[in-house]
């Protein structure tokens, strides 16, 4: 993929050769190929931007917080953190508030990285498989963070293998497996999707590059929103089961 606007650029003027100089320091000397194996693609530097905008909506709200006359950053704020909180509420239940903030980032981090590839020459980054896989790889880490701490790690994982001692070792294996699937499950159906969401739009503007296309440009946007909502979801369930107690 070119490298199609000026941050990527800088970053690969940054990052690109940093390992080589690296080992130059200890006195190996890589070949030229090996100089130019660290290389930060399009993906990756939308990536960071959606992450520095985001920090920098969630400064600016802050700053500029108001009862009587919230400004439009507060407000949408407002609407973003009443609707996580409400799926919060029905799926986790007491005590969601303390994982919203996790929920809400995760959320609001898949919707704008999905929306990227509505944008004319830019690609969308969770079209590419390892980013997806670095959000479930962290949802993963987190629900079984907090599981532990709120049960005790004995407690935690002596709960997959069941409540009858005998069938403990297989159905401690299962679980153990079926928890690993989630990170595969959530990397999958994220980057399947929208991959096949960019392929779709961008076949279409291939044959026929005016009119048409804009509906699956449309299409596209509502992917990128339902697969969003449902990585939330999908954590929000994962960490409801991992922290709820059998009473």
């Known amino acids: 993929m070119p490298e199609t606007f000026a941050l990527v650029r800088w970053l690969n003027a940054l990052f690109m050769g940093v390992e080589a100089r690296a080992f130059q320091s200890i006195g190996v000397h890589p070949t030229e190929a090996a100089q130019q194996a660290v290389k930060v693609n399009q993906a990756f530097g939308l990536e960071l931007l959606v992450a520095a905008g985001l920090i920098v909506f969630f400064i600016i709200v802050r700053l500029t917080l108001q009862v009587e006359k919230p400004n439009p950053a507060q407000q949408i704020a407002e609407m973003i953190h009443e609707f996580t909180g409400s799926q919060g509420d029905q799926i986790i239940g007491h005590g969601y508030e303390r994982f919203q903030a996790f929920v809400t980032c995760v959320f609001l981090f898949v919707v704008l990285n999905n929306l990227m590839g509505l944008v004319p020459g830019l690609e969308t980054p969770t079209a590419q498989p390892w980013v997806p896989l670095g959000i479930a790889l962290l949802t993963f880490l987190y629900y079984n963070f907090y599981g532990i701490r709120e049960k005790g790690f004995i407690s935690y994982f002596k709960e997959f293998a069941g409540p009858l001692w005998w069938i403990g070792p297989p159905m401690f294996l299962i679980e153990i497996i079926s928890h ?3 990170i595969m499950s959530l990397t999958v159906r994220l980057y399947a999707n929208m991959l096949a969401s960019d392929l779709v739009t961008l076949v279409f503007f291939s044959l026929v590059p005016v009119a048409i296309p804009a509906i699956f440009l ?30």
């Open 180 to 182: 690993l699937a989630r």
């Open 218 to 247: 449309g299409l596209h946007a509502a992917v990128s929103l339902i697969q969003a909502y449902v990585f939330m979801l999908l954590s929000m369930i994962y960490l409801s089961m991992a922290v709820s107690h059998e009473h």
